[in-house]
Each structure stands twice: as structure tokens, then as C-alpha cells.
């Protein structure tokens, strides 16, 4: 396993649309720990393989529950009910802001061995799961941020959860 590389704004690798995974083979089994290793070794919650530099529909997310490997990942439902929050990324060090995402959302994928999941999450783990599965299509946060934030307030607005 390796720590890669996290590719930052400005990098062309994070505007493109991401390729479908054809076949779980050992180069995706190795950038799927790679991407894990890579996240556990950052402050963040969620790592798409764009990030990486891999332009393949991968991503990893732990909020806090465990590690999820998603492959080729779709949203197949969604909340009506959207809240708002703060959103950063590791490809745009430093800068947070509000975000509005659905609550809750379904999403099915692919994991490593090949079988087919479909979760539904709420919160967080939504929230992380809309803004990876965003990468896959070249997207970023900050093209959806309604009022970016300063460090003071964020620290502010986390003390304030729960
Ligand atoms: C997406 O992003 C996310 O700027 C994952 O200096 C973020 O983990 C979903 C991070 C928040 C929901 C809520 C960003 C760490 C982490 C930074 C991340 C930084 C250190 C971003
Ligand atoms: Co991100």
C-alpha cells in the first residue's frame, strides 16, 4: 500500500468526467487501498480517485462509520428535505463553506469483489457521498458554495454540533 499524491485546484485531472469501472482487477484492488491508506493519512472524510489522479468512478468514504469503497457509484434517490453545511475538500486546502445537499440520499454501487450494494445515508455520510460522487463528474464543491467561511467561524460552527 501507498500514500498518493492528492491533486489540488488548478489540476486539470479534477474537471473531467470519470470513466466506468469495466473489471475489478488487481490495479483497482491496489488503488482502492492506496486511496484508503491516502485518506486515513489526511484530515478527510471522503477521497474520490480524481484525486488521485485516476480518472475512474472509485471513490472512499469514512465518516466515521467504517470505510466504504464505491465503484461506479449513482445516486438512485434522494431527499426532498436538503440541508445546509459546511463542506471543505482535500483538493482545495483551507477553504470551507455552505453547502445545500439532500439529507438523505440512495446510492448503489459496486464494491471490490464485485458485488453490487445499494445504501442509504443520511447527514455527513450523505453529504460525503454527494460531494465524491461530484468529482467522478469533474465537479467541485465551491462551484455550489452559497457563503464561504472562515476558519474562526468553521471552528464556531463545529463546537456548535450535536
Ligand atoms: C468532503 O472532504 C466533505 O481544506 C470530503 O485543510 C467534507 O474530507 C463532506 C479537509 C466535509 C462533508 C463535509 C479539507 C481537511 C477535508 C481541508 C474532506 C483541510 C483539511 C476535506
Ligand atoms: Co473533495
Known amino acids: 500500500m501507498a500514500i498518493r499524491n492528492i491533486i489540488k485546484i488548478g489540476d486539470e485531472s479534477l474537471t473531467k468526467k470519470c470513466r466506468t469501472v469495466d473489471r475489478i ?83 448503489r454501487a459496486t464494491d471490490r469483489h464485485g458485488n453490487k450494494t445499494e445504501i442509504t445515508a443520511e447527514e455527513l455520510l450523505a453529504r460525503a457521498i454527494c460531494h465524491e460522487l461530484d468529482h467522478l463528474d469533474g465537479h467541485l464543491f465551491i462551484e455550489k458554495v452559497t457563503e464561504f467561511i472562515d476558519p474562526e467561524e468553521l471552528e464556531e460552527r463545529k463546537s456548535q454540533r450535536q
Request: net charge negative.
Open 25 to 107: 482487477d488487481q490495479r483497482i484492488i491496489t488503488l482502492l487501498d492506496d486511496m484508503a491508506e491516502t485518506l486515513y493519512n489526511s484530515e478527510g472524510i471522503g477521497l474520490a480517485a480524481p484525486q488521485v489522479g485516476v480518472l475512474k468512478r472509485i471513490a472512499v468514504i469514512d465518516a466515521g462509520d467504517g470505510l466504504l469503497e464505491l465503484i461506479n457509484p449513482e445516486i438512485t434517490g434522494a431527499s426532498d428535505d436538503m440541508i445546509e453545511d459546511c463542506e471543505g475538500c482535500l483538493s482545495v486546502p483551507g477553504k470551507w463553506g455552505i453547502v445545500k445537499r439532500p439529507r438523505s440520499v440512495t446510492v
